[in-house]
């Protein structure tokens, strides 16, 4: 069965720091992957999406990055992060076409 | 432009009372319905999705949807419901478009659960 790890679960950082959040899959190949942010008390907003290795799109300019080096690997960067920068993180995948998103447990960051 | 509502912010329901969250789209074609369960600090989880066929969609935890074409709604309802049903409630809607699977949801329901 395919599963999805999101890490790490907390995260607090300073402003200005750099971030790094990982998301793997397993149990299937070629999927879509895509980050979501969730800031306090509103609903879900997609960063980007990939539909291949090194394939990224972006969906609202910030602050973020986010890279595919592997099939099953989506990396979310930032080389300075800003206080707007906290919020939920939540990453997801899907098969190619007609499914839904299988999403991970998510990662709370808070920028100090 | 596809677009998702859900018109309630907050409900408060009694433990054992029914459910209905409302949700409405707009798309031009045949949409992906989908209903996601959220619990605080944790993931979204997939309650149910519409596809096609049978407009009346069952789901996991006693959760069913139906697919209203006239109206543009999908709403998710419970006949009783348990205190650990209170989290947030998702509706999304979905097409391909663009090379990927693509989701837009709703601002959410958030559930509260009295005693």
């Known amino acids: 069965s395919q599963t999805i790890h999101q890490w790490p679960a907390t995260l607090v950082q300073p402003v200005g720091s750099p971030l790094s959040l990982e998301c793997t899959v397993e149990?299937?190949?070629?999927?879509?992957l895509y980050w979501y942010r969730q800031a306090a008390g509103r609903g879900l907003q997609l960063l980007f999406y990939?539909?291949?290795?090194?394939?990224i799109s972006s969906e609202v300019p910030q602050n973020l990055s986010a890279s595919r080096p592997q099939d099953r690997q989506f990396i979310l960067s930032s080389k300075k992060l800003l206080l707007s920068d906290s919020g939920f993180y939540l990453c997801?995948?899907?098969?190619?076409?007609?499914?839904?998103?299988?999403f991970g447990s998510g990662t709370r960051l808070t920028v100090v | 432009a596809q677009s998702v509502t859900q018109p309630d912010i907050h409900i408060t329901v009694s433990e054992g009372a029914s459910l209905e969250l409302r949700c409405n789209y707009s798309?031009?074609?045949?949409?992906?319905l989908f209903w996601y369960v959220q619990s605080p600090g944790q993931g979204l989880q997939l309650l149910l999705k519409?596809?096609?066929?049978?407009?009346l969609v069952q789901g996991i935890k006693g959760f069913e949807a139906e697919f209203k074409r006239s109206q543009s709604s999908f709403n998710l309802r419970k006949p009783s419901v348990h205190w650990s049903d209170a989290a947030e409630y998702f509706c999304?809607?979905?097409?391909?478009?663009?090379?990927?699977?693509?989701?837009?949801f709703g601002a959410g329901t958030r559930l509260a659960v009295h005693p």
């Open positions: 149990g299937t190949s070629n999927p879509n």
């Open positions: 999304a809607v979905g097409s391909f478009s663009g090379g990927y699977n693509k989701l837009i």
């Open positions: 798309y031009g074609a045949t949409p992906y």
């Open positions: 997801a995948w899907s098969v190619k076409q007609g499914g839904g998103y299988t």
């Open positions: 990939s539909v291949g290795i090194g394939q």
């Open positions: 519409y596809f096609s066929g049978d407009t």
